[in-house]
């Protein structure tokens, strides 16, 4: 535990030491949960959403795409829910003045005792090496069963509890279990109060009045009221899907741990409107195109699971998350929702306007049911850099730090490398930037040792380097260098866009991506 928390830290200090991700208002002591990308981050970021607008819009013949505005009438957010229950359940420790989220100070105690059952098997397993048979320890051992039965009964209580909103329930879960602020250890807790997450301004001079207006906290409502607007103009036929990437705004009680959980995020969300009755159809198929999406960059398929929800929204009928082995646990990347016809229904209601579709085939017209996949970039973001990032020893004694980030989201694609600053290789490697700058991201880099400046790269997870040294205007060859492997070859010049077109191209990505 304690070794991941410190992964954890050197992730957070390695984002800020190569320019990925900077605290916001730095100079001023910053600003809590709110963060800046810096030059590497902002391109892997870029790359993320390519890869996920690519693969929405250019794989699927029928998703198209869309950018709305974030302020929105207020009216959306009442007929969305989000004015009357988009709230999380706050407790305040009255020692320490920390407020902390109930449910989450549950989930952790749940959390405890998967803890114990996993090290009682991890222990296991060393002790019987290859004769050990997890499934029948799992189910035989006593000190296993007793924290699976305790985390059974809390579970049932928690889901309950939040099922019925029962704010008394849950704080007494909190006493029961006798859960204690992790700053001042004391179990001194306030009662559980609601807590709306909006972010509200006005707008309008106050001479003509001013409106409340909410930063919008999710951008699927933006794609619900244009459902017509695109079905419309684009004479699409259901089933269809929009999609959007774009800003949303929480005002988080816990925001911690890095960019998992900010006030100021991104989300690529994609609402798919289908026939009712078809929804759970459609609601597996996306839970697995999704999946794939993910297992697709090789960062390793036991680092996602599927989460199914025990407590849904009122309005849905199936919901699972997809989770993400971060450095503190398997933690929600993304969510698939089958929504029914709660949104288009409401926003039918509110706004007096029909949200119907005339089906030319069932020859009449009806509200769409929705499946949405909802994804927060920066998530994405930690989730890739936590799966990439690693301290390698090498042969030699010394050790180095290397992103091995999926080559096609990497934000540097190729650095040029004149061996020394002198006799031609610098204009060399001019040349050799200009003839590939249009196709990929070059950084050209003279200084220190080749040693070092492999070093620099493998920290920013450039997947090749290419080293111009005396021999290379008499035969027109490099020595590329790959970052995972360490490895060297002598190219032709000629053959480094095949070479790197082959490694960087999404197309490879998305080709293990089946869409039907
Ligand atoms: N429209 C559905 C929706 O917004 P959500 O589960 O609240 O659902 C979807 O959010 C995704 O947005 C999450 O899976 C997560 O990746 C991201 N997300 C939500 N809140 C976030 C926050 N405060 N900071 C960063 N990402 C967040």
Avoid at 143 to 169: D, G
Avoid at 225 to 233: D, E, G, P, S
Wanted: hydrophobic letters at 40%; aromatic letters at 12%; proline letters at 3%.
């Amino acid at each position: 535990m304690a070794q991941q928390e410190d992964l954890f830290k050197k992730i957070v200090s390695h984002c800020k030491e190569y320019g990925f991700v900077f605290p916001s208002s730095e100079i001023y002591d910053g600003l809590g949960a709110v963060y800046d990308y810096g030059q590497n981050g902002v391109e892997l970021k870029n790359n993320i959403k390519k890869y996920w607008w690519d693969s929405m819009t250019l794989l699927n013949e029928n998703v198209v795409g869309i950018d709305s505005a974030i302020f929105m009438h207020p009216t959306i957010w009442k007929a969305s829910g989000h004015v009357d229950a988009f709230n999380d359940p706050l407790i305040d420790n009255k020692d320490s003045k920390k407020r902390y989220r109930a449910d989450v100070l549950i989930e952790e105690q749940i959390a405890k005792y998967e803890d114990k059952i996993n090290k009682e098997v991890e222990k296991a397993a060393k002790k019987f090496g290859d004769a050990f048979d997890r499934e029948q320890f799992v189910s035989t051992h006593p000190r296993v069963l007793e924290n699976q039965a305790k985390k059974e009964i809390l579970h049932t209580r928690f889901a309950q509890a939040l099922n019925e909103n029962n704010l008394e329930e849950l704080r007494q879960i909190i006493v029961d279990y006798e859960i204690v602020c992790p700053v001042s250890g004391t179990r001194n807790w306030t009662e559980v109060r609601q807590f709306n997450l909006m972010f509200a301004t006005e707008m309008g001079s106050t001479a003509d009045g001013t409106m409340k207006v909410y930063l919008r906290p999710e951008t699927a409502q933006g794609i619900f009221v244009n459902f017509l607007n695109v079905q419309k103009t684009g004479r699409m036929k259901i089933p269809f899907g929009i999609a959007q990437i774009g800003k949303a705004f929480r005002n988080e009680i816990v925001a911690r741990q890095f960019i998992f959980r900010m006030r100021e995020f991104e989300q690529m969300e994609m609402q798919f409107f289908v026939r009712p009755g078809e929804e759970l159809e459609w609601f597996a198929k996306w839970k697995e195109i999704r999946m794939k999406w993910h297992q697709a960059l090789g960062l390793g398929k036991h680092k996602y699971r599927y989460h199914d929800h025990d407590k849904l929204a009122h309005y849905a009928n199936a919901a699972t998350d997809i989770e993400f082995e971060m450095p503190f646990g398997f933690k929600e990347v993304e969510g698939i929702h089958s929504r029914t016809d709660f949104d288009l229904s409401s926003h039918e209601k509110y706004s007096g306007k029909k949200m119907q579709y005339f089906d030319p085939e069932l020859n009449k017209s009806y509200v769409p049911y929705v499946i949405e996949t909802s994804i927060g970039v920066d998530r994405m973001f930690l989730s890739i850099l936590s799966g990439s990032y690693d301290e390698e020893m090498l042969e030699n004694g010394e050790s180095r730090v290397v992103l091995r980030l999926p080559a096609a989201l990497a934000p540097v694609k190729l650095a040029v490398l004149p061996l020394v600053k002198k006799d031609g290789l610098p204009e060399k490697a001019e040349e050799i930037i200009h003839a590939l700058k249009f196709d990929f991201n070059c950084q050209y880099d003279e200084k220190d040792s080749i040693g070092k400046r492999y070093r620099r790269q493998d920290a920013i997870g450039t997947p090749f380097c290419v080293t111009i040294d005396h021999d290379t205007p008499v035969d027109h060859c490099v020595t590329i260098r790959y970052r995972d492997s360490m490895q060297q070859e002598r190219v032709s010049i000629d053959q480094l866009h095949a070479i790197i077109t082959d490694k960087v191209s999404m197309k490879n990505l998305f080709k293990q991506i089946v869409v039907q």
